[in-house]
């Protein structure tokens, strides 16, 4: 059974640092691999999705990378701003991308 | 930019009674999910849907829950006899294909707040 992991729970940053936020997870036959980002009582938004195939994915300053074998995905922000205030989730695609399991996320503050 | 929407966007409800979600996915997607969100929890997965069926499901997903397309753009996720444990965030998501490139992404709605009193 798949499960998605998380580190840290919560990140307060000064503006301008960059930062890493970390996901396992326990199974390495992964679909894919999908960054979102989550505002409070609000949806989820996609940021990368990463192929099983692939090592990573950039999107202006993020950059998401894929490890299948070690179990680990981490999303690289680069010059982190207050607008990038939000909880970032972690989500997993198994059989055939079907099912999707989410990590707990990571509750990101940055500080103007 | 096309979005996925969700009605209602509250609901409320007796324990016991039955609530229908409803969604209506992007147009062109054919690939459609429910999640839900208990507060201050994970997101969790319940079900997928694609040409006309279920394609996988979760352990959540039992004989309580049901899903249908019943016409060419909503989806709808039934819940019978709700129960107090059932209230949550409930999130519809679509994606255009499962293949490989950007088509696999999932789209989110903003979610139905349902809670069961």
């Known amino acids: 059974k798949q499960e998605v992991t998380q580190i840290p729970a919560a990140l307060s940053v000064p503006e301008g640092e960059n930062l890493v936020l970390n996901c396992s997870f326990t199974?390495?036959?992964?679909?894919?691999l999908q960054w979102f980002r989550q505002d409070p009582g609000k949806g989820l938004t996609s940021l990368l999705l990463?192929?099983?195939?692939?090592r990573e994915q950039t999107s202006g300053r993020l950059n998401a990378s894929l490890d299948k074998s070690s179990g680990r995905s981490t999303l690289y922000i680069a010059a982190s701003q207050p607008g990038d205030s939000a909880t970032y989730l972690c989500?997993?695609?198994?059989?055939?991308?079907?099912?999707?399991?989410f990590g707990a996320g990571t509750r990101l503050f940055v500080k103007a | 930019e096309p979005e996925v929407t969700q009605t209602p966007s509250h609901q409320v409800t007796q324990m016991g009674q039955e609530v229908i979600l409803r969604c209506v996915p992007i147009?062109?997607?054919?690939?459609f999910y429910w999640y839900r969100q208990i507060l201050g929890q994970k997101v969790e997965f319940l079900v997928s849907?694609?040409?006309?069926?279920?394609?996988?499901k979760s352990e959540i997903f039992d004989d309580q829950f049901s899903v249908e397309r019943p016409d060419g753009s909503n989806f709808t996720l039934k819940i019978r006899s709700t129960k107090l444990e059932d209230s949550a965030m409930y999130f519809c998501?679509?994606?255009?294909?499962?293949?490989?490139?950007?088509?696999?992404?999932?789209?989110f709605g903003p979610g139905t707040r349902l809670l069961v009193l």
């Open positions: 849907f694609y040409n006309n069926e279920i394609s996988e």
């Open positions: 990463i192929q099983s195939s692939q």
């Open positions: 147009s062109n997607h054919l690939y």
């Open positions: 989500a997993a695609g198994d059989t055939g991308g079907f099912k999707t399991i």
């Open positions: 998501a679509s994606s255009e294909r499962l293949a490989p490139g950007s088509q696999e992404t999932q789209y």
């Open positions: 199974d390495s036959a992964i679909y894919n």
